[in-house]
């Protein structure tokens, strides 16, 4: 029997199609009441403060380091090991992205490079929940505090805070926990993708959240996420809608990239049913560790005692292959009708990053991690069969048959 799985196709249902379609009917489907609902009911879900929704992960994270005065002259650290938005934002705001390598083994920086790379132009440190695994933030806070006296705020948030921020890229860990706290109520901010192969959708768009900062109201820090994302408009366009209320001013000239009620109403659906997305990917997660748990690879474990995974992406390490061999085992499950993917190229291998100064040859782990790194399709439309399928075709092919 022919088989075609693919990699990461939504998960859509009436549900989302009833919600899009009541907007549709509803006249207003730019920013307005769905949005900010989306808005509050991420809020919840997380356990924080507050959100602000906008047109996608790269924009929150980036307004993140807008709101924070980051700019020309600070520094930002980041993990080598990642996609380009989680450096190219730094990139974006004027600032200068420091690389750190993974840890031996792990996809996550190592913590004594990311403590030894914070000087005094170090204004934040992005971690990257890579797959839906959130990082260790116990031990980046320890670090960001034991270094706080090297730091040199500039504006009264940057005072407020005292430290470098911890901006976490949760694209990937949206409804994972660390120690028994959800993603989103654990750093400082917190950005969230909801691209269309991300676990919740809303087609393109994401969020950025943020807990309370003491002596930082966050109705202004709200405001500042709404004045940044349209244009530094004072009224947004509902506000604009109401008898009389049509003046409004432009604080300055900022940027576009606000949700509109379209997208909000997939994410309202889709996180009436992200529950039970989750649970879903636990149990496709299980059938692959029980079919893989001999095979020669390596698994990122997803699911611990306090410590709960997104479920989102199934990394995999091929014991004794190198780049070469890992894409011969890509081609060979194509072939059986499986898509794989790669998650990630370094970016130090990348030509924008090489361009920057950056050399693969000083991220030793990173390409390790790399070079024999596989991903297997890991969403909700997996039947248990085609799990079995896609598991048991790898270890075969590994075990050469």
Request: proline share 4%; aromatic share 8%.
């Amino acid at each position: 029997m022919d088989r075609n799985i693919p990699f990461s196709p939504p998960d859509i249902t009436q549900l989302e199609i009833d919600e899009v379609v009541d907007t549709l009917k509803s006249g207003w489907i730019t920013t307005g009441p769905k949005t900010k609902q989306f808005e509050r009911e991420i809020a919840d879900f997380c356990d924080c403060e507050r959100a602000a929704c906008l047109n996608s992960a790269t924009a929150a994270l980036e307004l993140a380091l807008r709101v924070l005065g980051i700019g020309k002259g600070d520094e930002v650290i980041t993990s080598a090991y990642t996609y380009t938005a989680s450096a190219s934002v730094i990139l974006h705001v004027g600032a200068t992205p420091v690389l750190v390598d993974t840890a031996p083994g792990s996809y996550q920086m190592d913590y004594e490079r990311l403590e030894a790379a914070i000087t005094p132009l170090t204004k934040a440190v992005i971690p990257v929940d890579i797959a839906g695994v959130m990082c260790d933030y116990d031990r980046i806070f320890d670090i960001v505090e034991r270094k706080k006296a090297l730091f040199n705020p500039e504006n009264d948030l940057q005072k407020a805070m005292g430290r470098a921020a911890v901006v976490a890229d949760g694209a990937h860990s949206f409804g994972a926990q660390y120690h028994g706290r959800k993603s989103g109520s654990v750093a400082d901010f917190t950005s969230f993708s909801f691209h269309a192969v991300k676990n919740l959708t809303t087609a393109e768009g994401g969020a950025i959240v943020w807990n309370s900062i003491e002596g930082i109201e966050s109705d202004d820090l709200y405001r500042e996420f709404m004045l940044l994302s349209l244009h530094g408009q004072s009224k947004d366009a509902l506000a604009k809608t109401k008898v009389g209320a049509w003046e409004y001013d432009v604080v300055y000239p900022a940027y576009k990239c606000n949700m509109t009620d379209i997208m909000a109403a997939l994410g309202l659906a889709q996180l009436k049913r992200y529950p039970a997305l989750l649970q879903r990917r636990k149990e496709l997660v299980g059938i692959y560790d029980r079919i893989l748990k001999d095979a020669p690879v390596e698994v990122l474990p997803h699911y611990l005692e306090d410590d709960l995974s997104s479920g989102h992406l199934y990394l995999v390490r091929i014991e004794g292959v190198d780049a070469g061999g890992r894409n011969r085992v890509i081609e060979r499950m194509a072939q059986r009708g499986i898509c794989t993917n790669v998650h990630y190229k370094p970016l130090p291998m990348m030509t924008a990053y090489q361009n920057l100064g950056f050399d693969i040859a000083d991220y030793p782990n990173a390409y390790r991690q790399f070079q024999n790194e596989i991903t297997l399709p890991l969403h909700t439309l997996l039947s248990d069969e085609d799990a079995r399928y896609v598991a048991e075709t790898l270890r075969d092919i590994l075990n050469g048959r």
